[in-house]
């Protein structure tokens, strides 16, 4: 008789994505839908996509040791984190909303500054298709407009005025 019996395998939580498609009912009622949201870096007169941000591992991000107070950080670069929400409509596919996060990246010494609720708080309002880019400066306006155009040029043809003059 063996006294020691195989121990069933537990699953890994899986992060439930839900389609807006669907009208959900109970269990994962509210929960938040990430189907139609991308992130891209910021970081200097550069602009990226990142999907690593959706899950605070972008590029700029991974073996930084985050605090929430800024003067822990103080070699630190700025860098953002760029929300994008697409809309579809029958007049096209459009940015929706687009919001930027803040951030301060030392890579040298690993260390960052950020504050995690602000960045999600900015992910729902780009989910809520706001326009939050205050803060930018013209260098990464102009960055990100640029990052926006050359990923659909069409897509920023049918966004609202609020988006092109945020960025203008």
């Given at each position: ?36 949201v991308s992130s891209l870096i910021l970081d200097g007169d ?100 640029k990052a926006l155009i050359e990923h659909n040029e069409e ?14």
């Amino acid at each position: 008789m063996d006294s020691h019996k195989e121990e069933p395998k537990k699953k890994p939580a899986a992060l439930n994505i839900v389609s807006t498609k669907v009208n959900h009912k109970g269990f994962g009622a509210g929960s938040i839908d990430l189907s139609n949201v991308s992130s891209l870096i910021l970081d200097g007169d550069e602009a990226y996509l990142d999907m690593g941000a959706l899950h605070a591992k972008s590029q700029v991000e991974k073996r930084i040791k985050f605090s929430t107070n800024k003067e822990d950080v103080p070699d630190g670069r700025r860098c953002w984190i760029v929300w994008v929400a697409v809309d579809r409509s029958p007049e096209g596919t459009s940015y929706g909303g687009v919001t930027a996060c803040e951030m301060l990246i030392d890579t040298e010494a690993r260390k960052g500054w950020k504050i995690l609720a602000d960045h999600v708080n900015r992910m729902d309002a780009a989910m809520k298709r706001k326009i939050m880019v205050e803060g930018l400066d013209e260098t990464e306006k102009s960055a990100l407009r640029k990052a926006l155009i050359e990923h659909n040029e069409e897509w920023w043809n049918h966004s609202s005025e609020e988006l092109k003059q945020a960025l203008a």
